[in-house]
C-alpha cells in the first residue's frame, strides 16, 4: 500500500493515545503553574484560586443540569438586588457556592458581586488571604428557567492596602490590575476560559472526570468576523451613531445577527468565530446596563489577550476607573476591526 507523503504522515496509534492521555491530564491547576513556570507561592496561589472557581463552575453546572428535576431551583426568589433587578432563585444559589469555595481557600479576603450591595469578607482569610474575587454568579439568569446557554464571569485582584474600614477603595482601580479573569459557559458542554495575562486557554467540563481539561490554548480572535451581538429592541434608546451602525450592518452583506440574552455565550461565539458584542448607553441611560468590575472588566481582559478590543466608545475598558463597585457601562467588545468600525461611527458618523 503506498504511503502518505511525509507531510501527510499520520500519528501512529500509540502516539495519538499519548497526546490524549497528556490532554487529559492537563487539568486547569496544572495548566496555570506551566503558563507561569514556577512554583513560587503567587504561582501556587494562582494555581489554587484557578482550582476554587473550577469547582464553583462544577458545583453551578450540576446544579443547573438537574434544575428541571429539582424543587426550589427555578424561578424567582421575590427579592431585588442591588441592581434594582428580581433576583432568580439561581442567582443566589450561584453567589453562595463561591463564597463557599473560596472560604475554604484561605486565599481570599473579600468577594465583591452582583448580587451583594457590599463585598463580602472572610474574616478568617484576612490579612493572609491578599486576593479579592468580583464575580459575577450568573450571568444570563434570564435563560435560567428556559435551558438556554448562561454563564458566570470573574476577575481576581490583588487587595491592595490595609482597607482599613472595610470600604474596598482599592477596588475602585482599572481593569489593567486584573490578575486573572475569565468566564464559565455553561452550555451542551460546560466551558471554563481564563487568561492570567499570558494568552486565552479554554477547558471542557468532563463530567466522567470531574475536570476540566484543556481544549485549546492560546486562543485568537479573528481580525474580523460575521457576528454583530445587540438587543435590537433597545434601538430607538440608542444615540445616532450606533444607530447609524446597524443601519451599516443591515444593508452591508457578510454580518449575521446573533444574541442569546447571556453575554458570556455571545461573546465566547464571536472569541471564536469573529464580530463584535455591543451593549451601548442608551439615551435614559447613558452608562448602560452591563457593570464594569465583574462584567465587562474580566471579559475584556481576556478578548484583548487573544487580540481582541473592548471599549465604551471612547475609552478602553481596561483603563477606565470606577468611581463605585457596581459602576455601570457601555461595552463594544470583540475583534479588533469590527470594534473599529463601530468607533468610527461614534467618533465621525460613518
Ligand atoms: P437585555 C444579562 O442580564 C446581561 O447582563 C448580559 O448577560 C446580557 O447580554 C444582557 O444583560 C441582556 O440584557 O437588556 O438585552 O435583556
Redesign the pocket.
Known amino acids: 500500500m503506498a504511503r502518505a507523503p511525509e507531510s501527510l504522515e499520520l500519528d501512529t496509534n500509540e502516539e495519538v493515545a499519548d497526546k490524549a492521555l497528556d490532554r487529559d491530564c492537563t487539568t486547569l491547576s496544572r495548566h496555570v503553574l506551566q503558563q507561569l513556570q514556577s512554583f513560587s507561592p503567587q504561582a501556587q496561589d494562582l494555581s489554587a484560586l484557578m482550582n476554587r472557581i473550577a469547582l464553583a463552575g462544577k458545583l453551578i453546572a450540576r446544579r443547573l443540569s438537574r434544575a428541571g428535576l429539582m424543587e426550589g431551583v427555578l424561578g424567582f426568589t421575590g427579592e431585588v438586588n442591588v441592581q434594582g433587578e428580581s433576583v432568580k432563585k439561581m442567582d443566589v444559589y450561584a453567589n453562595d457556592v463561591f463564597i463557599s469555595v473560596f472560604k475554604q481557600s484561605g486565599l481570599v479576603c473579600r468577594l465583591a458581586s452582583e448580587e451583594m450591595e457590599k463585598p463580602y469578607y472572610i474574616p478568617e482569610n484576612c490579612p493572609v488571604g491578599r486576593y479579592t474575587l468580583l464575580y459575577d454568579p450568573i ?4 435563560n435560567t428557567d428556559t435551558n438556554l446557554s448562561l454563564g458566570s464571569i470573574f476577575a481576581i485582584r490583588q487587595q491592595e492596602g490595609g482597607d482599613l474600614n472595610n470600604e474596598a477603595a482599592d477596588l475602585l482601580a482599572p481593569g489593567q490590575g486584573q490578575i486573572a479573569a475569565g468566564y464559565i459557559l455553561y452550555g451542551p458542554s460546560t466551558m471554563l476560559v481564563y487568561t492570567i495575562g499570558r494568552g486565552v486557554h479554554s477547558f471542557t467540563l468532563d463530567p466522567s472526570l470531574g475536570e476540566f481539561i484543556l481544549t485549546e490554548e492560546n486562543i485568537r480572535i479573528p481580525e474580523h468576523g460575521p457576528v454583530y451581538s445587540v ?1 435590537e429592541g433597545n434601538f430607538w434608546q440608542w444615540d445616532e451613531p450606533i444607530r447609524e451602525y446597524v443601519r451599516y450592518v443591515h444593508r452591508t452583506e457578510g454580518y449575521t445577527a446573533r444574541y442569546s ?4 455565550s ?1 461573546i465566547h461565539r464571536i472569541l471564536i468565530q469573529g464580530g463584535v458584542f455591543l ?1 451601548p448607553g442608551t439615551l435614559p441611560k447613558p452608562e448602560g ?2 457593570r464594569l468590575l465583574y ?1 465587562s472588566a474580566p471579559l475584556a481582559f481576556v478578548v484583548e489577550q487573544a487580540g481582541g478590543r473592548a471599549t465604551t466608545g471612547h475609552i478602553d475598558i481596561l483603563d477606565v476607573i470606577p468611581k463605585k463597585l457596581h459602576q455601570r457601562t457601555p461595552l463594544i467588545i470583540g475583534s479588533p476591526k469590527d470594534v473599529a468600525k463601530v468607533e468610527s461611527f461614534i467618533q465621525n458618523g460613518h
Open positions: 450571568d444570563g439568569s434570564s438587543n440574552g447571556a453575554m458570556v455571545d451593549y446596563k452591563l462584567e
